[in-house]
């Protein structure tokens, strides 16, 4: 019986790391059905991404073998099973299109997870996620007990066995202690091309500013308000006869499009986190 793995690296950078890790995988009767390399020429840092067919080696059999070579080139690694889907909770609030988005793709077979259930501070999309068959909890976050709200949140999330979390235009802070337990693993879409107009009403912003291209981003969230690692961005171009709703409508497209991309290539084990910046095989 075969396995398929994805085995993720990053390490100082040095002569022998693909020669060694190749000849490791095929002395184990393993196949490398992809392979994606990085050398990041300013930081002398090596990044690596191989989709590899196994056998006979378990999943615990090849991270006891592996280990001597992690150890000797300083890796930061993680196998992961390539055939387990991974489990991710989706965030809303009252706009809808990001998240109709996704669950058409979910339902088309184009994303490769579970959603176990969406969580919205509105009940607003109750019936149309339910159409789905996807469970839907309504956690209200009053302005004067966000804590309390946030601590259900963080139960469900914990009692869905969530493996990544998307805020799907969930327009709310995630309180920091959340954003540190779900590290690299909580994913957001900005109605803007980040760094460039953060906060509430981005498109606003565009507007009085006269920016001739809008833009969304996918990014993973940290503590920082709309600092975290990017993922994914796109751009559509706008010009003086646009109004401030144009910009809202334009920009729907992208943000879901730019969303759906991003958590296509962290389910795919595709994006790698360096500091605050991503390394993504796409």
């Not at 191989?50 to 056998?55: F, G």
Request: glycine share 4%.
């Amino acid at each position: 019986m075969s396995h398929n793995y994805r085995l993720i690296v990053s390490c100082p950078d040095r002569v022998g790391i693909v020669s060694r890790v190749s000849s490791f995988i095929a002395s184990q009767e393993g196949s490398i059905i992809e392979a994606n390399q990085h050398s990041d020429l300013a930081t002398g840092r090596f990044f690596m991404r191989y989709d590899i067919r196994a056998n006979a080696l378990s999943a615990h059999d090849f991270r006891i073998a592996f280990a001597p070579i992690a150890e000797e080139f300083e890796m930061n690694w993680r196998l992961s099973d390539s055939d387990r889907r991974q489990r991710v909770v989706v965030m809303v609030s009252k706009e809808s299109h990001c998240l109709v988005d996704l669950l058409y793709r979910w339902s088309a077979g184009e994303l490769d997870c579970d959603i176990p259930c969406v969580i919205s501070n509105h009940d607003d999309l109750r019936a149309m996620v339910a159409w789905y068959g996807i469970p839907f909890h309504h956690v209200a976050v009053e302005p004067d007990d966000k804590a309390s709200a946030f601590a259900e949140v963080e139960r469900l999330i914990t009692a869905a066995e969530a493996d990544s979390v998307v805020l799907a235009r969930y327009m709310q802070i995630l309180p920091p202690d959340l954003c540190q337990r779900y590290a690299g693993r909580v994913i957001n879409i900005h109605h803007s091309f980040l760094p460039s107009f953060a906060g509430a009403k981005p498109y606003h912003q565009a507007f009085e500013r006269g920016v001739k291209l809008i833009g969304a981003t996918c990014h993973y969230v940290t503590e920082e308000l709309d600092a975290g690692p990017i993922i994914e961005q796109d751009i559509q171009r706008v010009s003086h006869c646009h109004t401030p709703q144009d910009l809202v409508r334009l920009g729907r497209d992208v943000e879901k499009a730019v969303l759906a991309r991003g958590l296509r290539w962290h389910l795919q084990d595709r994006v790698l986190i360096h500091g605050n910046k991503t390394v993504v095989f796409s």
